[in-house]
């Protein structure tokens, strides 16, 4: 069976902006992806090693989350880009706390955040469900 959740694409899109973590965020990698954003992708050589790494990244993410319903990359793209307004809350189906984000500026920038280090755990979880 083909588990094809994440895109290499996007994976090289968001590493254009690597030094913020954000492909490291999108495969399942919060802790390197939080000290890739505080020291700039480990002062820009971790951010150019990424380069070679990200189709490992990729296979790994497919292997670890379950597809389904929930789009990985159109969650990924609403949360960098519309995640204070929570629409990628309401994407997955999380409509009450998609509204209070909406109101809230995310629940005040916190829980985007958090969207950030368990976006894909959550759509796992949201893809498991749909299954069964």
Do not use: A, C, D, M
């Given at each position: 069976m083909n588990n094809d959740t994440h895109s290499?694409?996007?994976g090289y899109l968001l590493w254009i902006f690597g030094f913020t973590g954000a492909h490291r965020f999108y495969y399942g990698k919060p802790v390197t992806g939080t000290i890739w954003f505080?020291?700039?992708g480990l002062l820009g050589?971790?951010?150019i090693i990424d380069l070679f790494?990200?189709?490992s990244m990729d296979r790994q993410a497919d292997a670890r989350f379950v597809g389904g319903e929930v789009n990985?990359?159109?969650a990924w793209l609403?949360?960098?880009?519309?995640g204070l307004f929570g629409v990628h809350r309401m994407y997955i189906g999380k409509w009450i706390s998609g509204?209070?984000?909406l109101?809230?500026?995310g629940f005040f920038l916190l829980g985007v955040l958090y969207d950030f280090w368990t976006l894909n755990a959550q759509i796992s979880e949201r893809n498991h469900g749909a299954r069964t």
């Open positions: 290499k694409t996007l505080f020291t700039l050589i971790g951010w790494l990200i189709p990985y990359s159109v609403l949360l960098t880009f519309l509204i209070l984000y109101f809230t500026g």
